[in-house]
Every structure is written in structure tokens, then in C-alpha cells.
């Protein structure tokens, strides 16, 4: 829990604005370490002094190239230290942040700058460079001036190290010892501190604007629910250009929790085990390839080791439903458990470090049946939602009261309710300004009835008694077969992403007689059932065309939705032998299928699921 604060004694009021919560900070914890990250195989730390002494630099240099409040400076990183000194900067400058995904698509890297007008463009590295070059180019005359993290392999004069902006800094700070405050100062909370575009799963990005309001409220609301300490360490990896991440960042600092920067995602297995963390933000997606790693694991041992897995599964399961449902565990049950806790689910507490406390997880719908395998081995996930709009946090799951299948209940101040339809709607100070330029698909969203002004989310969902909220799909999404019926392809989903060898799925259907799914599997668990078969199928294609293990995801297909309605159940399947991937354009930067592209790229697969006078039709 945050500590009281009142605003009686100024120096210890709530923070208003992003800026006041950082001053506060730095301030409190100077002798702190705050953050950590890891240069070649050693880990650096930065205390609370460092930290402040840098962004008051960066924020200094960027005034002195004549950075105005109200202009947009663009940053395209990958998370690191340099991205959240560079993100406090800009807004001491009362300058407006513009955050750019690292694999966000040239054109539409294109599209933001443009659109937002960016007067400069942070960029980590010489790979960025090059490889939005052509977005650079399209730009001519516009396109903003350049500053880099690390140095460029050949020497570009039009390109600005960040080392000499901190340097230009400095000096400025010297001249005028007391402009850093005065500048930083002059943010109200109602100022627009970023603009956030959205994945653009159709269309064109829209530019979220959200206010320091918007973002400190969040935060600070959030930070009432979380069971985080300064005590605590944290494990950063997700993109700080997703507003979940540097949201919960902006909690960490409020809460002054240390933060490791993991070096990226192919390395957080390994960075996990280092820094030992005891709370971890996190996307279901790492979930679920976790337990597929761990079930394949689990399918090369021997046929005793594989039975003490399965049965240590049943078991852990067993268990968490019963405390789910608030329910006493029978002591046999319980006996067991504690020896499969010895035999099987202490390794997994030892992957992630062996002190975690939790993790969180958002960005998407995390499946019952990874919660339950998680929660059985002693590790808890708290499941929250939230939305670029609301930024983001609107409900998450309580560490002494976590509902599986659930989002818990709003973060205190925020109002939830659903419409006519079952849409859920957002009231409260951290719903957006609106959309950049574009009033028109801001009134789309924002409504006002006579209660207030309320966001419209695009998700369907419940509220029970006790507040806690479940999405059931996104409005748009649902799917109307030919026959009237209305389907839930998120929630079918679910299930099937709960079968061990399933990496990726989407289920379709629209205007069609039934639905079907397009699954991707996991390869390298694949790979091993086809050898417990007998079958020497090492290419993908093999293994996606073979009728064995087409059966074999069929009867797992049906075993998962047996207990759907008949018009819900996925009559046909097909195996596609490549992973859905940003660069593919089948997921947007946030790991967000897009759904009319994937179905548009598949066109022949899923025309082949359905007989041909049903396609005609």
C-alpha cells in the first residue's frame, strides 16, 4: 500500500502531475538505488541522485534546442534507462511525449511523426536507424531532428548524441542553477503529457492524448491496490512504448521499488533468475510459453517422470479451484499437494527467481487454465485490464482476493458499467482527452449522458455483486453466423489456448454456417509427440498436414468446448505452420492479432474449411 498522504503539508501532498511524482522521488530516495540494468555481464546501478541529475540535464539540452511546451518530441527505444530519463525530461520540458514502438511498421512510423508533428526523434540505436530510414526520407523537410542513444557506426552530423545533449545540459544548468525547477514547475495537471498512437488492428493509428492528470491519477490509484513496497524489486521487459509498462514504471517510482531493465525478451528467462525479483508485470502470451516450455519438457522425460508430472498438474489444479471457490482443500489433497510441491513445483519457483511474490499480468485475456496451472505450483498471477484510453489501469485482481477468469474490480475513483449491449464503459480522471486530430472517432468513444462523460471500451463484459468485472469479447470481434447465431471467438479461444501444444489460435466464422479455428502449434512439443508416435516428421509442414496429429488437435479441440452451446462448438481446424508476428502484420506491436488481416492472408485455408457452395454463399 502507498503511505497517507494528505495535502495539508505540501511537501508531502499527493503529486499532480508526473513531474511532481519524479521531483518527490528522487527527493525521498536520492541514496537509493532506483534503477538497474546490465552492461555486458555486469549490473550498473543508478541511485535516486543519478537518476534526478540526469533528467535534469536531458530536460536542459532539449531547452536549450528550443524546445517549447506543447511540442512533440518522439521516442522509438527499446526499454531501458535512457527511455524513462528521456520520458521524465520531456515532460519537465512541458513538452508532450510521443512514444513509438521499436518493431512499430515504417509506414506507420511515418504516419506519427507526421501526424504528431514531432519536432525531435529519439532513437536507441544504429538499427533503428537504418531501419526506419525510409520513414525519415518520406518525411524530407518534416522530418524532426535526431538524437541517439548510442553512436552511429558512421559519423552523421545531422544526428545528436544523447551524451551531448546531457553535456549542453549541464553547462546550462550551471549558467542558470534554478531553471530546471522553474521549467518543471510550470506543468498543470490538466497539460497534455503524451500521445499514445494505438495498434492500428484497423485503419490508421488514432493518437491517444492523455494528460498528467490522466497518468499520475492511474498511478497513483493503482498503486493503492497493488501490494508493492519500496522493499520490493521489480523486473521490467515489456515495452515502455505500451502504456501498461510505463504506467506501472510511473508506480514503481511513487512506490520508489528498485527496477531491473531486462536486456530484452530473449533474455528474460536468465535475467529473472538474476535479479530475483518479487514482482514482474507481464503479457499472457509469456504465460503461455512458459507452460508450453514446461510441458515439453515434462514429455521428454521418462514415462515415471511424465506420470508424476501429470498427476502433480491434476493435482495443483485441484487445489486452486478449491481455493478459488473460497472452499476448504480435503487434508488428503492437501498432503498430496505438498508433495508435489517438493517433487515438481519448487523448479518452477526457481525459474522466476525463487521470491517471487506475484506477477501481473494485462494487455490481454489471460486463459483460466494458465492461471490455474500457475496458481497450483504457488505462483500467483493478478489479472487486470485497462486500455491505451484509460491509461491504462481500470480494474485489476486483489493479492488477498484474486478471482480467476475475472479483472478484479475498478482501482478506486473509477466508475465501471455495462450498456444495454453489455459494453463496458470507463468514468473517471484516468479516461483520455480524446483522439489527436481526429474528432471523429473521439465522439465514436466518448459520450456524454447525464451522469458525466463515459468512455466506450469495445469490450463486452459482466459486473457481479461483489464488482469484480469479466470480459466476455471485444464488440467488434463477435462473430454473426449465417444461421443469426452470435459467437465469442475470445472466449472459445481461451480454451483452446489451454491445450499444452497450442502456441497461437483464432476462430472464425463470420457470416459462415459454423466456426472454425486456425490454430498454430508449439512446434518443439510437437516435435515430441510425433516421436511418441512413431513419426519421423521433423518440418513444420509435415507436422500441420499430417491426419495423426490433425486428429489429435481435433479430439483436444473438442474435449476443451464440449460444455459449449452446439452453435458455438468449432466444427472444422486447420494447423498453420507459421507463427503469427509483428513483422508478419498478424499481430499489432501489442501482441494484438489483427484479426480482418490474418483472415484476409489465410483466405484459401479457411475457404477449404467450409464446402464450396458455403463459400459462394
Not at 168 to 179: I, M
Request: glycine fraction near 6%; charge should be neutral.
Amino acid at each position: 500500500m502507498s503511505p497517507e498522504l494528505t495535502r495539508t503539508d505540501e511537501s508531502n501532498r499527493e503529486p499532480e502531475t508526473i513531474n511532481e511524482l519524479f521531483a518527490r522521488t528522487v527527493r525521498q530516495r536520492a541514496g537509493k538505488v532506483l534503477m538497474r540494468y546490465k552492461r555486458g555481464k555486469v549490473w550498473h546501478d543508478v541511485t535516486g541522485a543519478q537518476l534526478d541529475e540526469r533528467v535534469r540535464n536531458v530536460a536542459l539540452g532539449l531547452w536549450q534546442l528550443g524546445v517549447q511546451p506543447g511540442d512533440r518530441v518522439a521516442l522509438l527505444s527499446e526499454s531501458s534507462p535512457e527511455w524513462s530519463i528521456t520520458d521524465y525530461a520531456i515532460l519537465a520540458c512541458g513538452a508532450i511525449n510521443v512514444p513509438i514502438y521499436p518493431t512499430q511498421a515504417v509506414e506507420q512510423v511515418t504516419f506519427i511523426l507526421r501526424n504528431s508533428g514531432a519536432r525531435i526523434l529519439f532513437l536507441s540505436n544504429q538499427k533503428q536507424f537504418r531501419r526506419i530510414q525510409p520513414a525519415l526520407e518520406a518525411l524530407r523537410g518534416e522530418a524532426p531532428k535526431l538524437i541517439m542513444f548510442e553512436p552511429p557506426k558512421e559519423e552523421n552530423k545531422a544526428v545528436m548524441l544523447l551524451e551531448e545533449l546531457e553535456r549542453r545540459g549541464a553547462e546550462e544548468r550551471t549558467r542558470q542553477p534554478q531553471l530546471y525547477q522553474e521549467l518543471a514547475a510550470r506543468a498543470q495537471p490538466d497539460d497534455l503529457a503524451t500521445i499514445i498512437y494505438t495498434s492500428g488492428t484497423t485503419g490508421e493509428p488514432k493518437g491517444v492524448m492523455l494528460t498528467h492528470r490522466n497518468l499520475t491519477v492511474d498511478a497513483l490509484r493503482s498503486a493503492e491496490v497493488f501490494s508493492i513496497t519500496a522493499d520490493d524489486h521489480a523486473l521490467t521487459f515489456l515495452p515502455l512504448a505500451h502504456v501498461f509498462e510505463r504506467t506501472v514504471l510511473y508506480i514503481y517510482m511513487y512506490l520508489g521499488v528498485q527496477v531491473s531493465f531486462a536486456r530484452g525478451v530473449e533474455y528474460v528467462a536468465e535475467d529473472i533468475r538474476e535479479v530475483k525479483p518479487t514482482v514482474v508485470t507481464a503479457v499472457p502470451r509469456l504465460f503461455e510459453r512458459i507452460l508450453a516450455t514446461i510441458n515439453k519438457r515434462a514429455a521428454e522425460g521418462t514415462p515415471t517422470q511424465q506420470k508424476v508430472f501429470q498427476r502433480a498438474m491434476k493435482v495443483g489444479r485441484e487445489v486452486a479451484v478449491l481455493r478459488d471457490q473460497r472452499r476448504p482443500v480435503p487434508f488428503l489433497l492437501r498432503m498430496q499437494h505438498r508433495l508435489y510441491d517438493r517433487l515438481v513445483f519448487t523448479k518452477w519457483r526457481e525459474a522466476v527467481g525463487g521470491r517471487l511474490r506475484f506477477f501481473v499480468s494485462g494487455g490481454a485475456a489471460l486463459p483460466t487454465e494458465v492461471a490455474l496451472a500457475f496458481a497450483g505450483a504457488g505462483i500467483t498471477i493478478l489479472q487486470g485490464y485497462g486500455l491505451t484510453e484509460t491509461s491504462p489501469v481500470v480494474a485489476v485482481n486483489h493479492l488477498d482476493d484474486n478471482r480467476f477468469g475475472t479483472i478484479g474490480p475498478p482501482i478506486p475513483g473509477i466508475r465501471v458499467k455495462t450498456a444495454e449491449d453489455g459494453e463496458l464503459l470507463v468514468q473517471g480522471d484516468i479516461v483520455m482527452q480524446g483522439y489527436y486530430r481526429n474528432a471523429e472517432e473521439t465522439e465514436k468513444v466518448l459520450s456524454r449522458q447525464d451522469d458525466g462523460v463515459w468512455f466506450h471500451t469495445g469490450d463486452i463484459g459482466t459486473i457481479d455483486a461483489d464488482g469484480f468485472i469479466r470480459i466476455t469479447d471485444r464488440k467488434k470481434d463477435l462473430i454473426k453466423t449465417s444461421l443469426g447465431k452470435y459467437i465469442a471467438p475470445q472466449m472459445i479461444e481461451n480454451l483452446i489456448r489451454g491445450i499444452p501444444l497450442v502456441e497461437q489460435v483464432i476462430v472464425i466464422g463470420n457470416h459462415r454456417k459454423y466456426p472454425a479455428a486456425l490454430i498454430v502449434p508449439n512446434f518443439d512439443a510437437l516435435r515430441v509427440y510425433a516421436e511418441s508416435l512413431s513419426l519421423e516428421l521433423k518440418e513444420k509442414s509435415d507436422l500441420t498436414q499430417h491426419p495423426r496429429i490433425i486428429e489429435f488437435f481435433r479430439r483436444k479441440v473438442d474435449e476443451v468446448t464440449k460444455d459449449l452451446a452446439p452453435y458455438e462448438k468449432i466444427k472444422k481446424i486447420a494447423l498453420l505452420d507459421r507463427e503469427f508476428t509483428i513483422e508478419g502484420g498478424e499481430l499489432t506491436p501489442t501482441l494484438k492479432v489483427r484479426r480482418k488481416f490474418v483472415e484476409d492472408k489465410y483466405r484459401e485455408v479457411i475457404d477449404a474449411l467450409y464446402p464450396k457452395l458455403e463459400v459462394e454463399a
